[in-house]
Every structure is written in structure tokens, then in C-alpha cells.
């Protein structure tokens, strides 16, 4: 299921995951109103099974990954790098988010309690889908093991990152990486807009063309230290802009060519 070409030039296909009165489906969109349904997850070969749903036998639109592995960038970007008072990076500056993270488009993002955090910011970045299995690759096999293109959300409690001087309590909560609303294959990516609003203010408008390490980079450097899996969410940072989120805010990370991630945030009780 990977982009079909004609007359050489890459055709997108838009790759999507929803839940039905049946279960959870991954899904190939298709003209009109019409999904096509996969037997298991595009990147590992899943083929249409002939069914097509309506969109309006969507129950849920869950979000269009299942990793094993989430690997995340830090000060991809060197503006965001400098407005926080960092130094720019000579080499990929790696973390994790575990997959309990995850959070569905349409989701709610939710806030801990001020006790734990009370500064907690929205990143809005470009995921990379892997596609084939990955260990001491270089870049050219790196970018044609590239699946697709997503949304996320890479969700900062800033006080605790400042405070633990490590990253894995401040990106890793709950609800903190808002992936969608689809995976994209067949995008050129070198250069595309991405933008974050809250409650309709433009919050941060930067482009991919200005990541100090681009996607097959970043890829061939983890993949120097560990195996890339196919369906492995990579997350390549942020540009600058980033900014707090309360309770009651809504929350629209946008990339061209891939669509509009949209959130609401909210406060555990």
C-alpha cells in the first residue's frame, strides 16, 4: 500500500485508523464518502479487504499509529533551541515518550494537577512513520524506508523538564502526544508549513525546510544505537512559538499536506 507514481511524480495516499461498532479498523481513504478497510496496518503490508465504510459508520477516529517504539528530537530547530536558552545541537538530541501517551484527534489533552505541573506548553511537529526494518542505515535507505507523514503533539510540562534536568516525566504523561488525524505516504517533506493555534491564535508558524537534521538523518542516527521497527513513530521537533495550555483551551496543530490535528484540553480531577 505504499504511494502509487504516474508519469513519475508521487501520488499521496492518506492512511487513517477508526473504530467501528465491529472494533478498530485501519483504513485507506478513498473518493467521496467511502474508507477502504485494511487487514492489519498499511506499513506491514496490509492489503484492502474489499469492505468499504460510509464516514458516517465511524464511531471514533483513533489515532492512525501503533508503535512499539515512540523516539522524539529535541531542538530540531534552531530558533526554538535559542528561545528557550539552549544550545543549538551538533547531533540529534534523542528521547523517548512511551506509547500510553498516545492520544486520539479529537482527543482531550489533560492537564496534572498544579501540585505536579503548572507550565505545560504545546510543541506542534512532523512524525515520521517507519516503514521497513532499519539497523546501521544510511540516509538513502533511510528515506526509502520512510512509510509516511504524521501530526503530533509533542506535550511539555516545562516546569518539570527545567526541574529534572531529563525529559521523561515532562513528554511522557498521559495524553501528551496527540498523534493524526492521518498518516500521509507519498509527501515530499522538505519543506512544509507548520503551524499551532490556540483558540484560533497563530502560535507558532515554522517550516520542515529549517530542521537542522532532516528525516532520513535523523533516522540513520537512530538507527546507528537501535533497530527502527516498521509502524515506529519518529518526532522531529519543534519550531519556535511554543506556549502554555489551560484548561478549556483548543488546540490546532497543523502541517501541509497532512491536515489539522485538532484538541481540547482539559485538567485531571
Known amino acids: ?50 469492505e468499504r465504510l460510509a464516514r458516517s459508520m465511524v464511531a ?41 501517551s498516545l492520544l486520539d484527534p479529537g482527543g482531550t489533552i489533560v492537564l496534572p494537577p498544579r501540585e505536579l505541573s503548572e507550565r505545560v506548553e504545546h510543541e506542534v ?25 504524521t501530526i503530533v503533539g509533542d506535550i511539555t510540562a516545562r516546569d518539570l523538564q527545567r526541574r529534572d534536568k531529563q525529559w521523561t516525566r515532562a513528554k511522557g504523561i498521559d495524553t501528551f502526544c496527540p498523534v493524526g488525524p492521518v498518516v500521509v505516504a ?18 507558532q508558524d515554522g517550516n520542515t525546510a529549517n530542521m537542522l537534521f532532516s528525516p532520513p538523518e535523523l533516522l540513520s542516527f537512530i538507527s546507528q544505537a537501535m533497530t527502527l521497527e516498521p509502524g515506529d513513530l519518529v518526532v522531529t521537533g519543534t519550531p519556535e512559538g511554543v506556549g502554555p495550555l489551560a484548561p478549556g483551551n483548543r488546540l490546532e496543530l497543523e502541517i501541509d499536506g497532512i491536515g489539522v490535528l485538532a484538541l481540547d484540553v482539559g485538567v485531571r480531577h
Not at 67 to 77: A, E, L, M
Not at 125 to 149: M, P, S, T
Open 1 to 50: 500500500m505504499r504511494e502509487q507514481r504516474v508519469g513519475g511524480a508521487a501520488m499521496t495516499r492518506r492512511f487513517g485508523r477508526v473504530r467501528t461498532a465491529s472494533g478498530a479498523v485501519f483504513h485507506v481513504e478513498h473518493e467521496g464518502e467511502e474508507l477502504c478497510v485494511l487487514e492489519r496496518a498499511p506499513w506491514l503490508g496490509g492489503e484492502a479487504t474489499g
Open 125 to 149: 511537529e512532523l512524525g515520521v512513520v517507519v516503514g521497513e526494518v532499519l539497523f546501521g542505515a544510511d540516509r538513502a535507505a533511510c528515506a526509502a524506508a520512510i512509510f509516511g507523514y
Open 60 to 100: 471514533r477516529h483513533l489515532a492512525p499509529v501503533e508503535p512499539r517504539k515512540i523516539v522524539c528530537v529535541g531542538r530540531n530547530y534552531a530558533a526554538h533551541a535559542r528561545e528557550l536558552g539552549n544550545e543549538v545541537p551538533e547531533e540529534p538530541l534523542l528521547f523517548f515518550k512511551p506509547t500510553t
Open 186 to 203: 507519498g509527501l515530499e517533506a522538505s519543506s512544509l508549513g507548520v503551524r499551532a493555534r490556540v483558540d484560533g491564535e497563530l502560535r
